[in-house]
T-cell receptor, first 112, second 112 residues
Framework: GQQVMQIPQYQHVQEGEDFTTYCNSS?????IQWYKQRPGGHPVFLIQ?????EVKKQKRLTFQFGEAKKNSSLHITATQTTDVGTYFCDDAGGTSYGKLTFGQGTILTVHP | DAGITQSPRHKVTETGTPVTLRCHQTENHRYMYWYRQDPGHGLRLIHY???????DKGEVSDGYSVSRSKTEDFLLTLESATSSQTSVYFC???????????FGPGTRLTVT
């Protein structure tokens, strides 16, 4: 795997506002995995994107993989306080033995 | 959550002492990983294993060693703990490097 850059590092929103975090790579990604970590918790797998241009939805969450497979985004519609946490992306492919390296993550704070 | 436990969950130790952290899984997954998480650095891979007695280094392996004598157990040893190794340590498992990882609850280690 290779490290991807995540932006922004921090995001504060009011409850009900939308939120987007981006993962960018200078090289083509094999596939992208997204994880969420609640404060004080452990990372939890959300979704994996494999195909160029792929879009997947989970309720208010929309995940997208760029056409060139060099970037990905996670969009949350109408944030809720339960969305608080850190969102990580990672390029899960690339080597036979999975030398997985996560990005720094985006820390989301939702103000009620 | 997948059957992953980590022990101990919290530990305070003194500089220069050896420390061993244990990760135990009941899922029979082939791949196991040790990460450390520090503010501003996200998750960084320390070592990983792709089978019994098969291990390899991650990006921050200096000062750490690992062993895997059984499928279910992956041990992380700090040979001589230093204050820079104060961190939260997560174990993770997966069936394949291209598939999702399941994380344990973490171990908070403080080196004084």
């Amino acid at each position: 795997g290779q490290q991807v850059m995540q932006i922004p590092q921090y995001q504060h929103v009011q409850e009900g506002e939308d939120f987007t975090t981006y993962c960018n790579s200078s090289t083509t990604l094999s596939n992208i995995q997204w994880y969420k970590q609640r404060p004080g918790g452990h990372p939890v797998f959300l979704i994996q994107l494999v195909k160029s241009g792929e879009v997947k939805k989970q309720k208010r969450l929309t995940f997208q993989f760029g056409e060139a497979k060099k970037n990905s985004s996670l969009h949350i519609t109408a944030t809720q306080t339960t969305d608080v946490g850190t969102y990580f992306c990672d390029d899960a492919g690339g080597t036979s033995y999975g030398k997985l390296t996560f990005g720094q993550g985006t820390i989301l704070t939702v103000h009620p | 959550d997948a059957g992953i436990t980590q022990s101990p969950r919290h530990k305070v130790t003194e500089t220069g002492t050896p420390v061993t952290l244990r990760c135990h899984q009941t899922e029979n997954h082939r791949y196991m990983y040790w990460y450390r998480q520090d503010p501003g650095h996200g998750l960084r891979l320390i070592h990983y294993s792709y089978g019994v007695k098969d291990t390899d280094k991650g990006e921050v392996s200096d000062g750490y060693s690992v062993s895997r004598s059984k499928t279910e157990d992956f041990l992380l040893t700090l040979e001589s703990a230093t204050s820079s190794q104060t961190s939260v340590y997560f174990c993770a498992i997966s069936t394949s490097p291209n598939y999702e990882q399941y994380f344990g609850p973490g171990t908070r280690l403080t080196v004084t």
